[in-house]
Structures are given as structure tokens and as C-alpha cells.
């Protein structure tokens, strides 16, 4: 297929780089300041090297991404909250010319899922959103394959950043700013990591899975939510003396969402270590499933959008 990129943070560029692998072809790629289009076909080494030499792409204008020859839009600008602009504008555009959209953006099916639909059922386009829950974590396409009506509840540890901080602070008694600073030391953490540890992030993921779960009229606003900011290491320490240790723990029904941290003990699957992300799913017939894996990092993340776009190859 041919693809556009919109967005040239570390997704962007993985799917930039990988797409060859999977026998697609990308068109163009955006980033906020410029833009390389081809409609045959651009020379993605040429692409990044220019984005690391440069601090953009190309010289055409960014709109000129959305406007060439492609089948599916790959939208991978940051998430944004509230009205999810500008990642909601380019999902409308491409359905408004009938392409496919491939989200790794959480914003337009966190914030504005019904309206993102309603474009969709208007269009000849599909959108899909593997990348926006658990990085490489098959997710949704397991909760498709099931049916949405089979999954009762979904919960699970949903953001890394959060997880590797606690994990930290539970083996060595240390506090959280020590930590933190480990984390963003070392690029587990952003430099600004509010959305991970105050759980906006793992909420925003709880979001879009209760919106595919339910009515999907879900927002962040609905959403319970509590981060780890304010854990002290007497805290965890106390935990393991009664087998226990604490996960910043999202659940997403088809009513209602929940993330905050959580007593879950030692021997629980959800008391992953590091980075790590797992998902339970809660189904009617099959019990509870268990997917564990990477749930972030730009090729991880990388490697859900090009599954998807698989998908609407297929």
C-alpha cells in the first residue's frame, strides 16, 4: 500500500524506516515545519537523514502530505486532549477522500470516538487504532476477534514509564524524584513526564478500549484517575512484607474507567517488572486472557501500525 506519514516523532520515523520491510510504500512524510512528498515513492534514508541533519523532513509545505496520492493516512502526531486537533482534521481529511486511517495518535479516539465513526460510516475509508493501546500488544485485534459484546472488562498495567519507576523504587527503597531522574536519564521517562506518572496516559488507553467496548461516548473526562506521584517507598516496602507490590492498574469496562495504583500481589500476573506492559481480558466464554509485551518504543509502536495497515491490505 501506499502510505503518508504525518508525524515524525520516533513512531513516525520507525514506520518511515520499516514500511519497506512489510512491502508498503511511503509517499509522504509531514512533521509541524515541512514535508517530503513523492508519489512514487520516497527514499526513506534520504527522509530521516534530512530530519536528523535539519530538524525537518523536507521543504514542501505540511498540507501537501495530506493532499498527495495515498491508501492509508498514518497518523502519529503527539496526543493532544480536548478537541484532539490536529490528528482529528487529518483523520477527517483522509475519510473525506475515502482513504484508510491508521492511528498510533490516541487523542481522536480518546476525545472525539463518535465523531471519528461517524466520519468513518460516511466514507469508503476504515480507521484502525491497534498503536494507541499497549504499543506491540495486540490488544484490539484480539478483542475484534472476539467480539467487543464477549469482553466484560479489560485491565491491566498500561504505561511503562510508570511501571519501571514503581519496579525501581519496590527493589532498591528508593523515592520517586530519585527514580524519575534515573528514568530520564536513561529515556524511560520524557523530560516532562506528567502524562505517564499522574496516569493520563494508561487513562487515555482506558478510554479507547471502553469506547470499543461500549456506546463510544467515552472521554478522559469520565475517567477516575489517580498516578504514582505521591508513593512513598515506605509504601512499597510495607507491600512486600505482606506479598504484595503496587501497579498503577487501569480497568475499562463497557460503563466505566479506573486507573490508579494498586495492591496486586507478588505472584499476580499483573506485577510485571521494568517496561513492560500486560493486558488482561475479561470474556464471557474463554475466562480471563493475558497479552504481555513491549507497550511502547517507536518500532514496537512501529510494528502495530504496519500490522493494522496489514489489515486493510488484506
Do not use: W
Not at 530530519?51 to 505540511?62: C, F, L, N, T, Y
Not at 506528567?194 to 461500549?214: H, M, P, Q, R, S
Not at 506492559?277 to 466464554?285: D, F, K, P, S, Y
Not at 513491549?294 to 491490505?313: I, M, N, P, Q, Y
Amino acid at each position: 500500500m501506499k502510505l503518508a506519514v504525518v508525524g515524525a516523532g520516533a513512531v513516525g520515523r520507525s514506520v518511515v524506516r520499516m514500511a519497506g520491510e512489510y512491502g508498503h510504500t511511503v509517499t509522504a512524510v509531514a512533521d509541524s515545519s515541512g514535508a517530503a512528498v513523492d508519489s512514487d515513492g520516497l527514499d526513506a534514508e534520504a527522509v530521516l537523514s534530512r530530519k536528523s541533519a535539519r530538524g525537518s523532513v523536507g521543504a514542501a509545505d505540511p498540507e501537501d502530505a495530506l493532499a498527495t496520492e495515498y491508501d492509508a493516512l498514518v497518523e502519529a502526531t503527539p496526543t493532544t486532549l480536548g478537541d484532539a486537533e490536529p490528528g482529528f482534521s487529518h483523520v477527517r481529511q483522509a475519510l473525506d477522500r475515502d482513504r484508510h486511517v491508521v492511528l498510533a495518535n490516541k487523542g481522536p479516539v480518546a476525545e472525539r470516538y463518535g465523531e471519528v465513526r461517524r466520519h468513518e460510516a460516511e466514507s469508503e475509508g476504515e480507521v484502525l487504532f491497534e498503536a494507541t493501546v499497549a504499543g506491540a500488544i495486540p490488544v484490539l485485534g484480539t478483542i475484534a476477534d472476539y467480539g467487543p459484546a464477549q469482553v466484560t472488562a479489560v485491565r491491566g498495567v498500561l504505561n511503562g514509564t510508570a511501571n519501571f519507576i514503581l519496579s525501581r523504587m519496590a527493589a532498591e527503597g528508593l523515592d520517586y524524584e530519585h527514580v524519575l531522574a534515573e528514568a530520564q536519564d536513561l529515556g524511560v521517562a520524557e523530560a516532562d513526564p506528567a502524562f505517564d506518572v499522574e496516569g493520563t496516559d494508561a487513562a487515555l488507553k482506558c478510554v479507547i478500549l471502553a469506547n470499543v467496548l461500549g456506546d463510544g461516548s467515552h472521554t478522559l473526562a469520565d475517567a477516575e484517575v489517580s498516578g504514582i506521584v505521591d508513593i512513598p517507598p515506605s509504601a512499597l516496602s510495607l507491600a512486600e512484607e505482606d506479598g504484595r507490590t503496587v501497579r498503577l492498574v487501569g480497568e475499562a469496562t463497557p460503563t466505566g474507567i479506573r486507573v490508579g495504583p494498586r495492591l496486586v500481589p507478588m505472584e499476580s500476573p499483573l506485577a510485571v517488572d521494568g517496561t513492560e506492559n500486560i493486558v488482561q481480558l475479561e470474556t464471557t466464554h474463554a475466562g480471563t486472557l493475558a497479552l504481555r509485551g513491549r507497550g511502547a518504543g517507536g518500532d514496537e509502536t512501529a510494528s502495530a501500525v504496519l500490522a493494522d495497515v496489514a489489515r486493510l491490505d488484506r
